[in-house]
């Protein structure tokens, strides 16, 4: 644990009566920080700096334009570790139908371009978010090709996993070289499973831990097929608002490979079999 009583003096919260370690995922250390009269909720990156909370502040903050998400209360560091400090959420239960409508309020938040303003390269998969004009050029060359030479790295890779590779490549590169096939750049929060969604107690449904970038809102919702937690109510809501475009099961497996892949590289061979499931569909 990195947090003490020394180096809770220099955080810019007055008053702070108590700060003890909550659950928060395996990424950072996660504390429940309490005053006299409020309740926190601290991320901490040991060793990382402010940097590594910078593209989560910013992921927030495009978020919330159509999105109940946590509120940024402040973020710096102390020593060598960076800190993120929100507000506390009491989270409770709701509707999926209206957690679909706020995915897809947020995928109608479009751009000219696919990418970000900034790089994420201090996280364990570092991303690359140059912007691009084509779609194709930004997942192949910044998402997948990227994953595929980090798993080389990781001795994670094989003569069968970079043949079917290849032509899972150029059949994502023929089919969106297809002018009929145009996407349109949408903000995604760009790590959506269901462990970083929820809704308030009063049941409001909220975006948290965004990774977001501008891209095909598919990947999005490739995501939530991945590990479960959405039922059928969350796509008729999504549906209500921005119908997802025939032929997505067709596309479905190019943009899971993307997860999967991420997963393979941070977890090894628990997930070789999910990728190479997907592989050999081409």
Same mark, same amino acid.
């Not at 050029?137 to 997948?144: A, D, G, P, T, V």
């Given at each position: 644990?990195?947090?003490?009583?020394?180096?809770?003096?220099?955080?810019?919260?007055?008053?702070?009566?108590?700060?003890?370690?909550?659950?928060?995922?395996?990424?950072?250390?996660?504390?429940?920080?309490?005053?006299?009269?409020?309740?926190?909720?601290?991320?901490?990156?040991?060793?990382?700096?402010?940097?590594?909370?910078?593209?989560?502040?910013?992921?927030?903050?495009?978020?919330?334009?159509?999105?109940?998400?946590?509120?940024?209360?402040?973020?710096?560091?102390?020593?060598?570790?960076?800190?993120?400090?929100?507000?506390?959420?009491?989270?409770?239960?709701?509707?999926?139908?209206?957690?679909?409508?706020?995915?897809?309020?947020?995928?109608?938040?479009?751009? &000219?371009?696919?990418?970000?303003?900034?790089?994420?390269? $201090?996280?364990?998969?570092? %991303?690359? @978010? +140059?912007?691009? *004009? #084509?779609?194709? &050029?930004?997942?192949?060359?910044?998402?997948?090709?990227? $994953?595929v030479n980090l798993a %080389?790295? @990781? +001795?994670?890779? *094989? #003569?069968?996993?970079?043949?079917?590779?290849?032509?899972?490549?150029?059949?994502?590169?023929?089919?969106?070289?297809?002018?009929?096939?145009?996407?349109?750049?949408?903000?995604?929060?760009?790590?959506?499973?269901?462990?970083?969604?929820?809704?308030?107690?009063?049941?409001?449904p909220m975006l948290i831990?965004?990774?977001?970038?501008?891209?095909?809102?598919?990947?999005?919702?490739?995501?939530?097929?991945?590990?479960?937690?959405?039922?059928?109510?969350?796509?008729?809501?999504?549906?209500?608002?921005?119908?997802?475009?025939?032929?997505?099961?067709?596309?479905?497996?190019?943009?899971?490979?993307?997860?999967?892949?991420?997963?393979?590289?941070?977890?090894?061979?628990?997930?070789?079999?999910?990728?190479?499931?997907?592989?050999?569909?081409?």
């Amino acid at each position: 644990m990195t947090v003490n009583s020394e180096w809770i003096t220099h955080l810019p919260i007055k008053g702070i009566k108590s700060v003890s370690p909550v659950s928060g995922g395996d990424i950072n250390e996660s504390y429940c920080v309490k005053t006299s009269q409020k309740k926190y909720f601290m991320k901490v990156q040991p060793n990382r700096g402010k940097g590594f909370f910078a593209h989560e502040v910013e992921g927030l903050k495009l978020l919330s334009q159509a999105a109940l998400t946590p509120k940024v209360i402040t973020y710096g560091q102390v020593g060598k570790d960076g800190y993120l400090i929100l507000n506390w959420i009491d989270f409770g239960t709701g509707s999926q139908y209206q957690l679909g409508q706020t995915v897809a309020k947020v995928h109608q938040i479009h751009n &000219k371009k696919f990418g970000l303003d900034h790089d994420f390269k $201090l996280g364990k998969i570092p %991303k690359n @978010n +140059h912007w691009q *004009n #084509s779609w194709t &050029k930004f997942y192949i060359n910044q998402r997948l090709d990227p $994953l595929v030479n980090l798993a %080389k790295k @990781n +001795h994670v890779w *094989n #003569s069968f996993r970079e043949r079917h590779y290849q032509n899972l490549r150029t059949t994502f590169i023929k089919y969106y070289s297809n002018p009929k096939h145009k996407v349109v750049p949408s903000l995604l929060h760009g790590d959506l499973w269901f462990g970083n969604v929820g809704f308030t107690a009063d049941g409001k449904p909220m975006l948290i831990d965004p990774d977001a970038f501008f891209g095909d809102r598919e990947m999005d919702l490739a995501m939530t097929t991945v590990f479960g937690g959405f039922n059928d109510q969350f796509y008729k809501g999504y549906n209500s608002i921005y119908p997802i475009k025939p032929g997505f099961q067709q596309r479905l497996p190019w943009y899971q490979f993307n997860y999967l892949m991420a997963h393979l590289n941070l977890f090894g061979e628990t997930y070789g079999s999910s990728v190479d499931s997907i592989l050999s569909q081409y």
